[in-house]
């Protein structure tokens, strides 16, 4: 964004301040001026200067020898403009002079044997425009002698400005001013459009009607008739350019200085092309054609929004307008457009139409909606001075209730917390007013603010405190002399996750690496996916749920490309939506996981060994093997779930404590269809951040065990829903601290041995005490007496009897 310095000046005094401090404010407050470029250094040594005498170059065709005055002297110019002619005023550059955005320094020198002491220049020469046709034709008052920055209006200061997006009011002189106003505590000074009015009114002459309100909030309009098309006043050109902008016409030029003034853009229509007398705002049909002011036809769809009169679409809203309502010499009557349009409907049509203006630039951003009005009025002073319009009576303002002002709560104290250092309360008020917010109550403890609209990037108390430390400055946070931390251990995240891909590396598992978007319904398999609000397609909707999904789809890939005998594993961020709706990041669960996936072959057929597939044995075992460099395992506990269970066919879930590390199991037949996988896939997944917070410390020495170990075998045929997980904790509870673990070692289901809807469960349970050898007799009364209270609470029948 190109600031000119005398239009800042007009809405803030900055006399008295240098550039280089002005520019130092602004970077330090987030507006990074990326460049100054001071047109009184830029034009040393050009001056305006008359062409009193041309004549054909003796030597040359194409060039001529003019004889120039500068006022004081007159030169010899070897000139190859086309257009040059005796009695012109034009732009010289005298020897010394440096052509602007070149190395190239003048110096008198002979051309085909004529001595050129210049050279009379063009506007690409002078970095004004990319005009390069014929040399710049200065008005014929224009005075011999001046300095050309200050003959043509560049007798100024112009800062490059880097525009973050999150920034869109500091698209404008205003914006910027604000910012400056605040940095300085200075007043801002405001204008506010002063016009005379003719008695017809504006509702006699046209009419507004929006049928997207949605996309359109609010759309406000000023009438402005029996205007003059011309040029504008050399001021104004002069800023334009400056500003990086080409004038066109007076009434063009005006709706461009308007928009680099205040950040809204405008559009002007031929109010005498409008069908019907009236706009309509609405949706196109698919297919549409519409050719726009570039001459382009550009084929529509129903998403873009447009602009209508009453047969017609007559511009693409927020973009660009059409050539069958562009104003033109014969325009008399204009319609100013200064409308609010949803930012996503303009970014959408914009990429849609391959289309990027300054006013879609702006719009996709957002724009003040409060300041519409203001806008249209502003341009139609303009039109009254330099254009000769009259304003009709009144104006047209529709306005969505949507169109909400936020208010916020900011706490003094808070302000403190964040920042680390106090700032005075007088003084946090007085940044929020010199930025415009509207304070609209508050006490000891806090202000309650009302955001203007013209800051859609402020939404929360946070954003506020931001504020207030960017304006109070960066370079005034207090140096932290020493700070202390506390001798503890901490949980480093990236450690243990680039330990377990270091382990899944060692196994021999590759890894690999997924898209985090993926599609709604193939998220919600595992769980609550939390949607995009802008998504880039379908396919990318949603955050992940899990890391399987996307697994599976490698393995399509790699079986598809004939490698069907995989081990993989991707570690990352998996995301599920916490309630029923999103109302906070309180209602989001981010955690941090790992997937493994076993499928194919473990084993190939050798003439020293047999072909083996993975089963989900396999995958135990390396979970065992992962999970005890971080945890004691002995201390896991299992829940079997050997019904089917989400993607799962069968699975089980591992706990450490309550706290659950993750699951495993099968994946269905029927969710490995989905991705064409005709072969047994394996699966587990586990939560990084639960393995951390359960991970041993300290690494302690446990003695191998002194007396014997006693193991007892059972088997029992129970109801096929009675589960796994049930039976273990029933024996735990009611056994004595002899028995140490219990673990099932075989399933067995067959309707004609054992019965329909029956299984059999099979277990080995350890004894031992760490003191003592136990006796056949104090174990075997145990076991018997845990096999009596097993029939009894699940209605079981010993395998044998």
């Known amino acids: 964004m190109k600031i000119v310095l005398s239009w800042l000046n007009e809405y803030i005094d900055l006399n008295d301040i240098s550039d280089e401090k002005i520019a130092q404010e602004l970077t330090m407050a987030g507006l990074e001026v990326e460049g100054i470029t001071d047109y009184r250094q830029v034009y040393n040594n050009f001056i305006t200067a008359e062409v009193v005498e041309k004549e054909k170059h003796p030597n040359a065709d194409k060039l001529s020898l003019c004889k120039v005055s500068t006022g004081n002297e007159v030169l010899q110019i070897v000139c190859g403009a086309p257009n040059v002619a005796a009695g012109q005023k034009v732009a010289l550059a005298c020897e010394g002079a440096r052509i602007p955005d070149s190395d190239f320094v003048i110096k008198s020198t002979k051309l085909r044997g004529q001595l050129s002491q210049g050279m009379i220049c063009s506007e690409a020469e002078l970095g004004i425009s990319n005009d390069h046709s014929g040399i710049l034709v200065l008005p014929e008052n224009t005075i011999p002698g001046l300095p050309l920055a200050e003959a043509i209006g560049y007798n100024d200061v112009v800062f490059e400005i880097g525009i973050t997006p999150n920034r869109p009011d500091a698209l ?110 609405k949706r196109s049909k698919n297919g549409s054609k519409f050719t726009t002011l570039d001459s382009v036809e550009r084929e529509l769809r129903d998403s873009v929004l447009m602009i209508c009169d009453g047969e017609k679409e007559v511009a693409i809203a927020g973009i660009m307008g059409g050539e069958n309502s562009e104003v033109h010499e014969n325009t008399r009557n204009i319609l100013i457009e200064s409308a609010y349009f949803n930012p996503t409907s303009v970014r959408r049509s914009a990429r849609y139409l391959g289309l990027s203006t300054e006013a879609s630039y702006r719009f996709e951003r957002g724009t003040n909606y409060e300041g519409t009005m203001t806008a249209a009025l502003r341009a139609a002073e303009l039109m009254v001075q330099f254009a000769g319009g009259i304003v009709l009576m009144g104006e047209l303002d ?35 007013q010199n930025l415009e917010f509207r304070v609209v109550g508050g006490d000891s403890e806090k202000l309650t603010v009302e955001i203007p609209g013209f800051r859609p990037d402020v939404e929360r108390e946070i954003d506020l405190i931001e504020e207030i430390a960017r304006i109070n400055g960066y370079d005034n946070i207090p140096p932290v002399e020493r700070v202390t931390s506390p001798l503890e251990s901490s949980i480093d995240y990236m450690e243990t996750l680039n330990s377990l891909r270091a382990k899944m590396i060692g196994f021999g598992f590759n890894e690999i690496m997924n898209n985090s978007l993926q599609p709604f319904e193939t998220a919600k398999a595992t769980g609550e996916p939390v949607v995009l609000m802008n998504p880039l397609n379908a396919e990318m909707s949603v955050l992940r ?82 999970l005890e460099t971080y ?64 991970s041993d410390k300290l690494r302690k020495y446990v003695p191998l065990l002194k007396y014997p170990k006693i193991v007892r075998d059972m088997a029992l045929i129970f109801d096929s829903n009675i589960k796994y997980g049930d039976i273990a904790a029933f024996i735990r509870k009611n056994s004595s601290s002899l028995l140490k673990s219990v673990d099932l070692f075989d399933k067995y289901e067959n309707d004609k041995v054992l019965g329909e809807g029956k299984v059999s469960l099979a277990f080995t349970l350890e004894f031992f005490d760490k003191e003592r050898t136990l006796t056949e007799e104090e174990v075997e009364k145990e076991f018997s007496g845990l096999i009596n209270k097993i029939t009894k609470q699940f209605n079981a029948v010993l395998r044998g009897n």
């Open 398 to 432: 529709v306005v969505s209730d949507k169109l909400i002002t936020k208010t916020v709560d900011l706490r003094y104290a808070r302000v403190e917390k964040i920042l680390g250092y106090h700032v005075p309360d007088d003084f946090v008020l007085s940044i929020l």
């Open 172 to 281: 404008s002189h205003i914006g910027v001013a604000r910012d400056l106003s605040a940095l300085l505590n200075r007043p801002l000074r405001k204008k506010e459009p002063v016009i005379s009015r003719d008695s017809e009114k504006i509702g006699d002459k046209v009419a507004i009607e929006i049928e997207d309100l949605e996309n359109c909030p609010r759309y406000s309009a000023v009438v402005v008739k029996d205007v003059k098309i011309g040029e504008s006043p050399d001021w104004m050109k002069s800023r334009l350019k400056m500003a990086g902008m080409r004038p066109i016409n007076n009434i063009v030029d005006i709706t461009n200085y308007i928009m680099l003034e205040l950040g809204q853009p405008l559009h002007a229509f031929d109010l005498d092309n409008l069908s019907g007398s009236k706009i309509v705002v």
């Open 631 to 694: 945890l004691n395992t002995n201390k896991l506990s299992y829940v079997y779930n050997t019904e089917e269970q989400g993607i799962y066919e069968y699975s089980a879930d591992i706990f450490a404590g309550e706290e659950k590390l993750g699951t495993y199991g099968k994946v269905t037949d029927a969710f490995a269809a989905k991705y064409d996988i005709k072969q047994v896939v394996f699966c587990a997944e586990l939560f990084v951040n639960c393995i951390q917070r359960n």
């Open 545 to 626: 749920t899990s890391l399987i999904q996307g697994g599976l789809d490698t393995v399509r890939h790699n079986i598809n490309n004939g490698e069907k005998d995989l081990m993989l594993f991707e570690t990352g961020h998996v995301i599920n939506k916490v309630g029923e709706s999103l109302t906070s990041f309180e209602n989001i669960s981010e955690q941090s996981a790992i997937s493994i996936i076993l499928t194919g072959r473990a084993s190939q057929k050798t003439w020293s060994s047999e072909e083996r597939f993975f089963d989900i044995h396999d995958l135990k075992g390396y979970l065992n093997s992962l």
